[in-house]
């Protein structure tokens, strides 16, 4: 059976600070992966999406970046971290099927 | 553009009372609808799609395309229905999902 796993569960980091969250999927190859924002009271808003590797798209401008350096690993990045940052990420896959989530990350910018 | 409204941020019922969780969309062309939940402490998970037209948990929810609504409601609600509720369209191949702000459903004893 398929499994995502997004790593770490919660992180603080300053101000300017680089980012690094990762997220990879298991039995299954060539899913489309997404990178959500949930933001209290807006509701989960897509960042980027992948149907391959390094085949990118972003919805809306921001400060952030993503990577698909493997079939089934997706990166969300960022060189240097602002406050608006801050929020919960999920990693979503799909296969032929709707949205399969991740755990989600809750990042802090201090 | 495709948007997904959902006017109540929360909604509170007691136990055994009907529930309805609305949704109202905006897409121009035929979408594809979903509820997902995500319950405390647990990941956003389907729930349903309105393709599937079955029942889970007892929720139900049906595709109104005259009115652009997709209204997730289950006739007797239970505390462990209490999470949040989020629906969510679909109008391409790639299942970018829109998704709405959610509504926060507590079911009281």
């Known amino acids: 059976s398929q499994t995502i796993h997004q790593w770490p569960a919660t992180l603080v980091q300053p101000v300017g600070s680089p980012l690094s969250l990762e997220c990879t999927v298991e039995?299954?190859?060539?899913?489309?992966l997404y990178w959500y924002r949930q933001a209290a009271g807006r509701g989960l808003q897509l960042l980027f999406y992948?149907?391959?590797?390094?085949?990118i798209s972003s919805e809306v401008p921001q400060n952030l970046s993503a990577s698909r350096p493997q079939d089934r690993q997706f990166i969300l990045s960022s060189k240097k971290l602002l406050l608006s940052d801050s929020g919960f990420y999920l990693c979503?896959?799909?296969?032929?099927?709707?949205?399969?989530f991740g755990n989600g990350t809750r990042l802090t910018v201090t | 553009a495709q948007r997904v409204t959902q006017p109540e941020k929360l909604l509170s019922v007691f136990k055994g009372a009907p529930v309805e969780l609305k949704c109202n969309y905006s897409y121009s062309g035929s979408p594809e609808l979903f509820w997902y939940v995500q319950y405390s402490r647990q990941r956003l998970q389907l729930l349903l799609r309105h393709i599937s037209r079955e029942s889970i948990k007892g929720f139900t929810a049906d595709l109104n395309k005259g009115e652009t609504s997709f209204h997730l409601k289950k006739p007797f609600a239970q505390e462990e229905d209490s999470a949040m509720y989020y629906c969510?369209?679909?109008?391409?191949?790639?299942?970018?999902?829109?998704f709405g702000k959610g509504t926060l459903l507590t079911v009281n004893p």
């Open positions: 979503a896959w799909a296969g032929g099927s709707p949205l399969h």
């Open positions: 969510a369209l679909s109008g391409g191949s790639n299942y970018k999902l829109t």
């Open positions: 992948s149907v391959g590797i390094g085949q």
């Open positions: 039995g299954t190859s060539n899913p489309n």
